[in-house]
């Protein structure tokens, strides 16, 4: 019997191995992912319990395991804790909570959150797999010391179901999850759950995240890894899809707001044109040709001004001709005579 545990251990060395540093990629990403969420958090906490994406950022960071809505104040969830006594505790030892969902009484599943997944994904297994035997080798970046000099890890038993270790989940929490809850940039948020869904990998009907083979069941165990397996119904109820969908939402309530906006001002631009266009038109019906001023006679041109019938005429119009305070022009007609003739 314990001879094939050994075989079983360098077939999946072989095809799980990833160097000395184990599941730094997806740590990275999945890291990256909750600092742009808590920074988006900050944005949408105080609005409406029932906003589609307030309740997708909670959901990622907080999950099932806290009424609080303050991430400085999230603490190391209490059922996380070793139970009294280490015996089969189905449905919540490692091999349900990082790969398996649906199970009644089930206190957690892999895509309750992208907390919980980074404990699966971060937590040292079966005899401190994969950071046991020497050397540098790290897990999402931390060496075996991080988790004490015991040399053991959370897992679930191969042949019993039995629950070990548990207590190891307190260094993840404090050394690897605390750091990814500090704040980074929200505006980052697409494109860092684009990179995330990006290093999933699709297997007999499963996603998985970090180190697996083809049989893994993420249960600790140098055969079942240190990873997040995923099926199909983890899947439909999991963290990252509910992000997708409403931050795919608020995208299109943002371009609605900005098309509405567009339409609004080029309307009222529009109401202003005609305006002023009517305002001209109005102006230009008001505007009269200028007319000659009443009580000047316009003299007769230079030959007309020698023919006497024409003198006489214009003599008589100038002499009933009245000023502006009808008082009668009276002028010497031999001075007029005189200015006409000459």
Wanted: hydrophobic letters at 30%; charged letters at 30%; a positive charge.
């Amino acid at each position: 019997m314990i001879m094939w545990k050994v075989a079983l251990v360098m077939i999946v060395t072989e095809v799980s191995g990833n160097g000395a540093k184990h599941n730094e990629e997806h740590h990275g990403t999945l890291c990256e992912v909750l600092k742009a969420v808590t920074a988006k958090w900050g944005e949408v906490k105080e609005r409406d319990s029932s906003d589609p994406l307030k309740k997708a950022l909670h959901k990622t960071i907080f999950g099932n395991m806290s009424a609080t809505e303050k991430v400085s104040e999230l603490k190391f969830p209490k059922d996380y804790y070793p139970s009294v006594t280490e015996e089969k505790v189905e449905p919540n030892s490692r091999k349900y909570w990082c790969g398996l969902c649906g199970r009644p009484g089930q206190k957690h599943y892999p895509g309750e959150s992208a907390t919980h997944d980074l404990v699966c994904l971060c937590t040292p297994g079966e005899f401190g797999h994969p950071v046991n035997g020497g050397g540098e080798k790290k897990l999402c970046g931390q060496s075996q010391g991080t988790w004490g000099a015991d040399k053991k890890g959370w897992h679930t038993e191969l042949f019993n179901d039995n629950e070990k270790e548990r207590k190891h989940l307190s260094e993840t929490w404090n050394k690897i999850i605390k750091d990814c809850l500090q704040s980074g940039n929200g505006d980052d948020l697409d494109t860092a759950l684009k990179k995330f869904t990006d290093k999933l990998r699709s297997l007999n009907g499963n996603q998985y995240l970090g180190d697996h083979s083809d049989t893994s069941d993420c249960s600790g165990t140098a055969y079942g890894g240190v990873c997040v397996k995923y099926p199909l119904e983890c899947v439909k109820n999991s963290w990252w899809k509910e992000l997708e969908k409403a931050t795919r939402k608020a995208k299109e309530n943002r371009q609605n707001k900005d098309k509405e906006k567009i339409i609004s001002e080029s309307s009222e631009k529009g109401q202003k044109w005609k305006t002023l266009k009517g305002q001209q038109k109005t102006s230009e019906k008001t505007v009269q040709t200028p007319q000659p001023t009443p009580g000047v006679a316009l003299l007769p041109k230079t030959e007309e001004a020698h023919n006497p019938q024409t003198v006489e005429k214009l003599l008589a119009n100038i002499s009933a001709t009245h000023d502006e305070n009808s008082s009668p022009i009276i002028k010497p007609h031999w001075f007029l005579m005189a200015a006409l003739l000459s």
